[in-house]
T-cell receptor
Framework: GQQLNQSPQSMFIQEGEDVSMNCTSSSIFNTWLWYKQDPGEGPVLLIALYKAGELTSNGRLTAQFGITRKDSFLNISASIPSDVGIYFCAGLEPNSGYALNFGKGTSLLVTP | GAGVSQSPSNKVTEKGKDVELRCDPISGHTALYWYRQSLGQGLEFLIYFQGNSAPDKSGLPSDRFSAERTGGSVSTLTIQRTQQEDSAVYLC?????????????FGPGTRLTVL
């Protein structure tokens, strides 16, 4: 599978600021997923997107499935210290119904 | 808890030794996946099980890697004659079934260090 282009690689922000990260691919995906990984833990699913153009929120998190089906973004509003972690995008290609393709992650640091 | 569990959490081994990593999926989940996460990288797909069969082994990096699943539940990933480049975190995930492979729930991983 292909590796997705995820940016930025890292972010260092102050508590209360909004955060935006995105992922792009060279091919279309049927599903976009956003995960968060804390140190020593496995990734935890935050948001799943299934349709082009879909905009979905989960508390302070909002994610969108790009209309070209080749990109997605994740926004975090009013960041708090517990938002610290690594955020990964992942996608499923049309002909592969199970092998998730992952980005390299965005490392988020939040200072009080 | 009711999540995916993996053991051991950490494994240090010498180059050339064999290792076995275990995954216990969420009860009732028929689909199981193994991924590898190298330092600073995203997750790399290794293998997928539906029940006890593995329709896709294409992600296994070499013939030193093998995996099995028995009873439709526990899975074991075996790495023979380990090499230093095998050092990584090995993550297991499960999902409810073949129609819901997008919602994969991950375990905490096994950190493998090959000296």
């Amino acid at each position: 599978g292909q590796q997705l282009n995820q940016s930025p690689q890292s972010m260092f922000i102050q508590e209360g600021e909004d955060v935006s990260m995105n992922c792009t691919s060279s091919s279309i995906f049927n599903t976009w997923l956003w995960y968060k990984q804390d140190p020593g833990e496995g990734p935890v699913l935050l948001i799943a997107l299934y349709k082009a153009g879909e905009l979905t929120s989960n508390g302070r998190l909002t994610a969108q499935f790009g209309i070209t089906r080749k990109d997605s973004f994740l926004n975090i509003s009013a960041s708090i210290p517990s938002d610290v972690g690594i955020y990964f995008c992942a996608g499923l290609e049309p002909n592969s119904g199970y092998a998730l393709n992952f980005g390299k992650g965005t490392s988020l640091l939040v200072t009080p | 808890g009711a999540g995916v569990s993996q053991s051991p959490s950490n494994k240090v081994t010498e180059k050339g030794k064999d290792v076995e990593l275990r995954c216990d999926p969420i009860s009732g989940h028929t689909a199981l996946y193994w991924y590898r996460q190298s330092l600073g990288q995203g997750l790399e797909f290794l293998i997928y099980f539906q029940g006890n069969s593995a329709p896709d082994k294409s992600g296994l990096p070499s013939d030193r890697f093998s995996a099995e699943r028995t009873g439709g539940s526990v899975s074991t990933l075996t790495i023979q004659r380990t090499q230093q480049e095998d050092s990584a975190v090995y993550l297991c995930a499960s999902s409810p079934g073949p129609l819901r492979t997008d919602t994969q729930y991950f375990g905490p991983g096994t950190r493998l260090t090959v000296l």
